[in-house]
């Protein structure tokens, strides 16, 4: 980069462009995963959608599952080490 850009930007642009991709990652998925949208005309034109699995399929994925086994706690080890009486 150069002469053009300083460093004290760098930590900037690292998280601009984290943002930036985690909203193109979410669009994304939104635009091919979400039972709500519809691109192609079949689904368009139909008034009522009866996708009930779908949408299930796109509420509960693998990560949502995966997580509801877990304990509520960001960081247990610290919390734990916190809370107890010593």
Same mark, same amino acid.
């Given at each position: 980069?150069?002469?053009? $850009?300083k &460093?004290?930007?760098? &930590?900037?642009?690292? =998280? !601009? /462009? %984290?943002?930036t991709s !985690?909203?193109?990652f979410?669009? /994304?998925?939104?635009?091919?995963?979400? &039972?709500?949208? *519809?691109v192609? @005309? =079949?689904? *368009?034109?139909?008034?009522?959608?009866?996708? @009930?699995?779908e949408?299930? @399929?796109?509420?509960?994925?693998?990560?949502? @599952? %995966?997580?509801? /086994?877990? &304990?509520?706690? $960001?960081?247990?080890t $610290?919390?734990? %080490? %916190?809370?107890?009486?010593?």
């Amino acid at each position: 980069m150069g002469r053009w $850009i300083k &460093p004290e930007v760098y &930590p900037l642009m690292a =998280a !601009m /462009t %984290f943002v930036t991709s !985690m909203c193109v990652f979410q669009l /994304t998925r939104n635009v091919f995963l979400n &039972p709500d949208v *519809r691109v192609n @005309k =079949a689904n *368009r034109s139909m008034g009522v959608l009866d996708n @009930k699995e779908e949408g299930e @399929k796109y509420a509960e994925h693998s990560l949502r @599952k %995966f997580l509801r /086994t877990r &304990p509520p706690e $960001i960081m247990p080890t $610290i919390n734990h %080490f %916190f809370s107890e009486d010593k």
